[in-house]
């Protein structure tokens, strides 16, 4: 009996050589109905023609521009679903995979229906390192975060290996076709940064479990492809942004604070420190974003 296909999504931007590193371990994978989509965001770096060129049965869309890091998952979702995915597994392209990775998440979602994301738990670091960055995550209405389990300790693979259920996880999950035809694609308006704690939230206000297993691992080996800058503004005002969507009025009273202390007061106050005062004014701007209700990209400059 064949098992459930599996439609891995790869987003690239001007990040070619992380891209062929992923591919390179995807290709890897012992499961054996995996297929691979490759979506280029606008990148100058001509990486969809060298992975048509090395791999020309994956599937490589060339954007014209950058949409963003949901619109362009999303271009690969949508493929996937309308090409009759059970499965879709969005990766970001600076990752390395194990060879059982999908084998692992397959074996967890089949198990129950009420699954719908199924995280690996995410090494820090090229393998084969132990440094966690996610072993389980939690999102917090009351705070406004999302906190990874266990980040910065070391953990072999064999160390925890329960399963268990979780409140928030990276885009890099597993999710079946039926969850993403009930609970949507990412959100496309957040353009980058927190699409993820938007996709948690909404799975389980459907209904659905957030699951993680430790089983199934992933490396994150962390390559940059945007300016601090501009980073530090993204992400300050969809902490925000996110925040608003989906809490209630009493949890302003902890939330907005403590994202104004822990985040931006405390960043730019560091980013002063080393006489970076771009990267400190950004994150006053992403406030200022955020409070005039501000959706898509900011300006890069």
Known sequence: MARPSVYVVVLNFNTRDATLQLI???K??????????????GSKDNCAAVVSERWPEIKVFALPNNLGHGAGFNVGIRYALDSGADYVLPINSD??????LVDELVDVAE????????????????????????????YSLWTGFSDGDNRGEHHGRDE???LREVTFTPDCCLVPARVLRKIGLLDESLFCYSED?????????????IMMT?????????????????????????????HWRYARWYHHLTAVPYILLRWVLYMSFREVLHRRWTEAAALWKGLIDAFRGRTGSAPRK
């Not at 890897?28 to 965001?41: A, F, G, T």
């Not at 990752?95 to 059982?100: H, L, Y």
């Not at 129950?112 to 995550?137: K, L, T, W």
Request: charged share 20%; net charge positive.
């Open 197 to 209: 704690v938007d996709w948690s939230v909404r799975a389980i206000r459907a209904g659905y479990k």
């Open 160 to 162: 925890m290996l329960e």
């Open 24 to 26: 390179e371990s995807l």
């Open 111 to 138: 198990k129950d229906p009420s699954y719908g994301m199924i995280a690996s738990r995410i090494y820090v670091g090229a393998p084969p390192s132990d440094e966690v960055q996610y072993n389980g995550g939690h």
């Open 28 to 41: 890897r994978l012992v499961y054996p109905n995996v297929h691979i989509v490759v979506v280029d965001n």
């Open 95 to 100: 990752m390395v995979a194990d060879p059982r």
């Open 214 to 242: 430790p089983r199934a691992v992933i490396w994150h080996v962390e390559v940059r492809a945007v300016p601090n800058a501009w980073r530090y503004r993204m992400c300050t005002r969809n902490l925000f942004l996110v």
